[in-house]
């Protein structure tokens, strides 16, 4: 297999993200299939705050990362927040993501990030198993506060 080139996706790759983001949201969530959705991968590739790399073989998306640049208040740095990551199923366990990750790590060297933070789903194997290979436990928690709790309060 050519080894997959990984770079940061444009408002041009929308056609060719969107089939990912249907995969991803309906490997997480079950259910029926999700259509590709191509308006709304432009919206998440021109999105102000989240950046998105890809990886290709040859001209084919068979992966995707979506990650934050964010300022970590008590050190007064930078850091960046890996907020999800897809690879194609028939490209999985190849190293497609750790390269992926490794991308994110250079690029966060690059800006000075103090680390890169990854909040997987507990019950994601696939995530949890390459996460506990490349990284180190957090003695942080993660919670989930449903915003219509509060408002209701």
Avoid: C
């Amino acid at each position: 297999m050519t080894t997959p080139q990984i770079r940061a996706l444009g408002l041009d790759d929308a056609h060719k993200l969107a089939p990912l983001i249907a995969e991803n949201a309906q490997a997480l969530k079950r259910g029926a299939p999700r259509r590709p959705d191509d308006f709304y991968a432009e919206r998440i590739l021109a999105d102000k705050t989240a950046e998105v790399i890809g990886a290709f073989v040859g001209e084919e998306l068979i992966g995707f990362a979506v990650y934050f640049d964010l300022p970590e208040l008590i050190t007064g740095l930078r850091i960046g927040q890996l907020d999800d990551i897809y690879v194609h199923p028939d490209h999985r366990n190849k190293g497609i993501g750790r390269k992926m990750i490794e991308t994110l790590a250079s690029e966060g060297q690059s800006r000075g990030w103090l680390h890169l933070r990854w909040i997987v789903p507990g019950k994601n194997t696939p995530a949890v198993a390459l996460y506990e290979k490349i990284a180190e436990p957090d003695h942080r928690k993660s919670y989930v506060i449903p915003i219509d709790r509060i408002a209701g309060d």
